[in-house]
């Protein structure tokens, strides 16, 4: 039962455009959403966050969306750059102590 | 200030064997935890730890076992690898809503 989900396991986009990776959840009780991003040979490193109680959060190219109704969020990256590309994964948690991840989108940003 | 550190960065087990994947933070956070991942999978939580002396199971627990004696160490043993255990296992700790990861330890078990 996979509460979290990247459908899209790769995508692939030019460097100063705009790359949007989506996720879609499940678990109505999920109340805080992240984003963390992945290079190879390293743990994932946090990149931004939302609560359930606003539907938009940026954070210089980055910027996070809510979409609570329909059980989606998305990030967005503007414009890309090179060193973006990496593997995106998206979280989700209902205040307890757990958090669940998605399978993660490879980002690809070509020059 | 090291963050979350994973020791050791790769290992080789033969089946039947144990090994303790070991991890350390210096950031005093409470909350610890362990997860796996395997070939296009996200991670799945093993075990946590909201504090030193409690551990708690997570979604694939069986194979596995942990302790908690400081709030820096939380290691995670394996009694008997079997080759399904072989992974990328990241240790990472928690302030807040974020969490921390280590570098990770490829495990794999032949």
């Known amino acids: 039962d996979q509460q979290v989900k990247q459908n899209s396991p790769s995508l692939s986009v030019q460097e100063g455009r705009i790359s949007i990776l989506n996720c879609d959840y499940t678990?109505?009780?999920?109340?805080?959403f992240l984003w963390y991003k992945k290079y190879p040979a390293e743990g994932p490193t946090f990149l931004i966050s939302i609560s359930s109680i606003k539907d938009k959060n940026e954070d210089g190219r980055f910027t996070v969306f809510l979409n609570k109704s329909a059980k989606h969020l998305s990030l967005h990256i503007v414009p890309s750059q090179p060193g973006d590309s990496a593997v995106y994964f998206c979280?989700?948690?209902?205040?307890?102590?757990?958090?669940?991840f998605g399978a993660g989108t490879r980002l690809f940003v070509k020059a | 200030n090291a963050g979350v550190t994973q020791t050791p960065k790769f290992r080789i087990l033969k089946i039947g064997q144990s090994m303790t994947l070991q991890c350390t933070q210096d950031?005093?956070?409470?909350?610890m935890y362990w997860y796996r991942q395997d070939p296009g999978m996200g991670l799945k939580l093993i075990y946590y730890s909201v504090g030193a002396g409690i551990t708690d199971k997570g979604e694939v627990p069986n194979g596995y076992n942990v302790s908690r004696s400081t709030t820096e160490d939380f290691p995670l043993r394996l009694e008997l690898a079997a080759p399904s255990q072989t992974s990328v296992y990241f240790c990472?700790?928690?302030?807040?809503?974020?969490?921390?990861f280590g570098p990770g330890t490829r495990l794999t078990v032949l």
């Open positions: 990472a700790s928690r302030q807040g809503n974020e969490q921390f």
């Open positions: 678990n109505s009780m999920f109340d805080y």
């Open positions: 950031m005093n956070h409470n909350y």
């Open positions: 979280a989700a948690s209902s205040g307890g102590f757990k958090t669940i």
